[in-house]
Nanobody
Framework: QVQLVESGGGLVQTGGSLRLSCAASERTFSSYFVAWFRQAPGQEREFVAAISRSGGVTNIASSVKGRFTNDRDNAKSTVYLQMNSLEPEDTAVYYC????????????????WGQGTQVTVSS
């Protein structure tokens, strides 16, 4: 059982930056693919980014490409989401999720989830 804890969310102005962290309890965290999703009020959970087990391959949603990047430090069992040039449309609860299979962009495919961290971008 992998436990995930997100942190780093908050309130930021348009154009600002935030760096989210997703810390895992599992020492074999490097065996899991990890993704970030977000969910705004009244909307479905949306894929944002994913990273392979080694961190060598990343997948970024087109809506945030060029502004968001993700990386991981397996020695710290932590994955990061760097968010730059934030826009009000990025306001949502951000979740990290892990799965032992290959990278997918469908939320239902992920076995483990964090509790989420709120990101609010003011105009």
């Amino acid at each position: 059982q992998v436990q995930l804890v997100e942190s780093g969310g908050g309130l930021v102005q348009t154009g600002g930056s935030l760096r989210l962290s997703c810390a895992a309890s599992e020492r074999t965290f490097s065996s899991y693919f990890v993704a970030w999703f977000r969910q705004a009020p009244g909307q479905e959970r949306e894929f944002v980014a994913a990273i392979s087990r080694s961190g060598g391959v990343t997948n970024i949603a087109s809506s945030v490409k060029g502004r968001f990047t993700n990386d991981r430090d397996n020695a710290k069992s932590t994955v990061y989401l760097q968010m730059n040039s934030l826009e009000p449309e990025d306001t949502a609860v951000y979740y990290c999720a892990a799965r032992s299979g290959s990278v997918l962009t469908t939320p239902a495919a992920y076995e483990y989830w964090g509790q989420g961290t709120q990101v609010t971008v003011s105009s």
